[in-house]
């Protein structure tokens, strides 16, 4: 049986041991998504929040975060979804700068989601990884200049 089938029988359960082997894989898995996302969109991404919340990594709530953010923008309130789950993913991986520098782009156009306080806070903690990721010493600088 091949990928989507699953889908189009209701095998849930194969569904989703399918997207578990895409573990680690994030290209490949959002590429899968993507491919996949005109028909099961909606189905695929619930059973990606099965996972994420059964397996408790960052790993799964990053991607799950990024195709809110990239893929179903359309949904009204994906922005702020996709924001929910990039903090999620940060809290089970609280040193992973890419995480922290994806929360930071919520305070960028054309939906400004993230509060100046906010930023501030995540600023501070990409610092406290790397003095000099220059995104965050950009906010720094702008705070300072305001």
Sequence with gaps: MNE???LKANNFS???KLLEKYE???IALR?????NSEEN????LSMLLDIAYRKNNSFWFQNIAYLYSFWFDNIDGAQKTSLFYFIKAHELSPKDEKILEAILDFQLPPEIILTHQEAIFFTK???EINPNNEKALRIIKMD???
């Design 144 to 146: 300072n200049s305001a």
């Design 31 to 35: 590429n899968f998504i993507i491919k």
């Design 125 to 127: 903690k990409i610092l």
């Design 41 to 44: 969109g909606i189905i695929l």
């Design 24 to 26: 680690n894989r994030e």
């Design 4 to 6: 989507i089938n699953f």
């Design 14 to 16: 194969d569904a989703i």
